[in-house]
Nanobody
Framework: QVQLVESGGGLVQPGGSLRLSCAAS????????MAWYRQAPGKQRELVAS???????NYVDSVKGRFTISRDNGKNTVYLQMNSLKPEDTAVYYC????????WGQGTQVTVSS
């Protein structure tokens, strides 16, 4: 059984930064692609960033140049560094691992507001 635990969300002013972390249990982390999704109120969940086991990375256009995804296989952890945050980044952010099926964390709230 895979468990994903996110942390690092919170309230930040526009232009600020946050770093999200997602720690995975089990031994499949290093052989699994990882991703961050987000879901704003009244909107569908969207893919924000993804990283493969080989380190290939993709971002949704709206966060390119501001967000950075990375992974530490020794710590079974994936990160999302978020800079220059905007009010439209406000959402619940979810960590995702795919290994035969999708696994999800519980989500962490990010609120960008003055």
């Amino acid at each position: 059984q895979v468990q994903l635990v996110e942390s690092g969300g919170g309230l930040v002013q526009p232009g600020g930064s946050l770093r999200l972390s997602c720690a995975a249990s089990g031994s499949i982390f290093r052989v699994s692609p990882m991703a961050w999704y987000r879901q704003a109120p009244g909107k569908q969940r969207e893919l924000v960033a993804s990283i493969t086991t080989g380190g290939s990375i993709n971002y949704v256009d709206s966060v390119k140049g501001r967000f950075t995804i990375s992974r530490d296989n020794g710590k079974n952890t994936v990160y999302l560094q978020m800079n220059s945050l905007k009010p439209e980044d406000t959402a619940v952010y979810y960590c995702n691992l795919f290994y035969s099926r999708a696994y999800w964390g519980q989500g962490t709230q990010v609120t960008v507001s003055s």
